[in-house]
């Protein structure tokens, strides 16, 4: 499956990060060892995995993407290319399905938990992660699920509580970025107590926001910023940039 084909009709995951299966992981599972493979098969990563096929198949989807299997990050081309272009395939996906593990209730979360407040102000910690704020606004359609896999809402009937959470418009989260007019400085105020595990992401993740591109220089740091600012002023006229 190729995310930039327009034909091809597919699902697409969104998930925080754990103990994943990688793309080399999954490309050899059946040529490794049975203790091994075995291994593979206990992560939390593995059954992320196998859940997420078994919702596009009930919803009739023959093709998933999921980030963790399906990028061979040992290329730094590929990955570049992936982080270019990730907006767009979560953009062209038919319904992305975003998995909050750390949800136990069968209905969507109304109100903060205190046990969670110091990751992600009390909500879900998806809501927390920067990668999750463009894969929340890209897709037409969003389904949540709990850690169990049980359905608990979709984008667009809990957009007024989802606006809550996140501070997106529920405009935008209903019918995309050109529904409202929106400045630089309200996009880059979504992600700004959202956190990432490298600190070049926390720029890496707003290009697709931004409709820009730029290369991946992982160890750069905090010059990754500099680089997204510099290429959103090239693109626009916007001056609550320098607010940031």
């Not at 098969?41 to 998933?64: F, H, N, P, T, V």
Request: charged residues 30%; aromatic residues 12%; hydrophobic residues 35%.
């Amino acid at each position: 499956m190729e995310p930039d084909d327009e034909v091809t009709r597919y699902a697409i995951l969104s998930h925080r990060w754990g103990d994943e299966v990688d793309y080399k992981e999954m490309t050899r599972l059946m040529k490794m060892e049975e203790r091994k493979r075995n291994d593979v098969r206990q992560r939390a990563g593995y059954q992320k995995i196998i859940e997420s096929c078994k919702q596009a198949k009930r919803d009739g989807y023959e093709w998933l993407w999921i980030d963790t299997c399906c990028i061979d990050k040992r290329s730094s081309s590929k990955l570049s290319e992936a982080i270019n272009s990730m907006y767009r395939w979560y953009q062209n996906a038919q319904v992305c399905y975003a998995y909050l593990d750390d949800v136990d209730e069968t209905v969507f979360p109304t109100k903060q938990a205190d046990s969670k407040v110091a990751k992600s102000d009390g909500w879900p910690v998806w809501f927390g992660r920067g990668w999750t704020l463009q894969e929340l606004i890209a897709p037409k359609e969003v389904k949540f699920f709990n850690k169990d896999w049980v359905h608990i809402g979709n984008k667009r009937r809990l957009a007024p509580k989802l606006e809550n959470i996140t501070g997106i418009p529920r405009e935008v989260l209903s019918d995309g970025l050109g529904a409202v007019r929106l400045s630089v400085a309200q996009i880059m105020s979504w992600a700004a107590n959202r956190e990432t595990t490298r600190m070049e992401d926390r720029a890496y993740s707003l290009m697709g926001l931004f409709g820009v591109n730029m290369p991946m220089l992982y160890g750069e740091g905090k010059k990754a910023f500099q680089r997204l600012q510099l290429e959103i002023i090239r693109t626009s006229t916007d001056h609550s940039i320098f607010a940031w």
